[in-house]
């Protein structure tokens, strides 16, 4: 494994309907490793992410991935991305997606099978997309993320609406992924998620207030959940700014 960050976000700005969104982010990803870019709603989270995977028009900085700019050619078989809203088709059944999928990324046949057990929807295949739940729904978008064994993996909000159980066994997959060399860039507005990340990156505002291992922030702030961190981090920020 490379020593080299696998995302590189330097000095980006982005500004969206005449407001900055992302004021002058700087970041590193390390690679091989759960990252948990946490937040509130509205604080940026969603706008970094496109920058990443190369969608979002940016005012400047810089962004790449595994050593190529973002949004590049090469890349676009190496990234999986998973958004907030499930990007698959209603009126097929989950196999269907996931086939269609495959096709366009030229992904083995058997992957189907397996990342539909991945996800836990085995017992789904054969159902039409619209008549599964929202949380189900997801899923079948993180299926056809996973399909192509993805180097870097960059989720919005994966768990969402998820009963405890299935976001449990989501995070232990994530942290799988990780074990075997994939990158993941995992957001949520939720901080009883950080204990289950590697690294983190807390945002508001369109800032980065702080990136380190959870222990780190935790001993860092003085205290003893990430949230409280969160706090301390945002009450510190606009003390200096006064």
Known sequence: MTDSPAIAVDRLRVIRGGQQVLNDVSLNVAPGKVTGL???????????????VGVQVVASGAVEV?????????????????????????????RENLEYFRRILRAPQDRIAEVIGSV?????????????SGGQKARV????????????LVLDEPTVGLDPVLRRDLWTMF???????????????????????????????GVILATDSPDALLAS??????????????????????
């Open 66 to 94: 595994l050593g190529q700019p973002a949004g590049s050619a090469p890349l676009r078989s190496r990234i999986g991305y998973v958004t907030q809203a499930p990007s698959v088709y209603g009126d097929l059944t989950v």
């Open 120 to 132: 836990g929807l085995a017992d789904f295949a054969g159902r039409v997309v619209d008549r599964l």
């Open 141 to 152: 978008s993180l299926a056809t993320a996973l399909l192509n064994n993805p180097e870097v």
């Open 38 to 52: 946490l937040g509130p709603s509205g604080c940026g989270k969603t706008t970094l992410m496109r920058a990443i």
């Open 175 to 205: 942290q799988a992924l990780a074990a075997g060399g994939t990158t993941l860039l995992v957001s949520s507005h939720v901080m009883d998620e950080a204990e289950r990340c590697d690294e983190l990156v807390l945002m508001r505002d």
């Open 221 to 242: 702030t003085h205290t003893e959940k990430i949230e409280d961190a969160f706090l301390s981090l945002v009450e510190a920020r606009g003390e200096a700014a006064s």
